[in-house]
């Protein structure tokens, strides 16, 4: 699957996922998994409902809404990583885009950010402002 940037790296509220819902889903989709479009024997098979396009990358928790459906469980590990991985990076380039910046731990001595200047014989004194 590739990445696609998503405009809303807010959440969506989660509804609850109730039997009746998860059968309502199941017939929707006639049984067959979402993500690999293979059918699933529930039976013999463990599945879950999966959002298509994940709460956290602005989809939809609306059952009509074609974002939720059966999916098998083995797809679980490597979906959620990924619509992680999305997420993560959506909500850095919104923050990039208005102006966030992140600092990684305190500035380095002698950089601008520092309270000490270094001066070119290599001794460091109070910055003053």
Do not use: Y
């Amino acid at each position: 699957m590739a990445f696609r940037i998503c405009e809303d790296v807010g959440t969506t509220p989660r509804r609850k996922m109730t039997p009746r819902r998860a059968l309502k889903l199941w017939e929707m989709h006639k049984g067959i998994c979402v993500l690999c479009h293979q059918p699933i024997d529930g039976a013999r098979e463990d599945w879950f409902v999966e959002h298509i396009q994940a709460l956290e990358n602005g989809g939809s928790d609306e059952d009509e809404s074609g974002n939720l459906g059966p999916a098998h469980l083995w797809h679980k590990a490597a979906k959620d990583a990924q619509d992680h991985s999305l997420a993560a990076r959506s909500k850095r380039q919104k923050q990039r885009h208005i102006g966030i910046k992140q600092r990684k731990g305190p500035p380095m001595v002698g950089s601008k950010d520092s309270p000490w200047k270094r001066r070119m014989d290599g001794t460091l004194v109070r910055r003053s402002k």
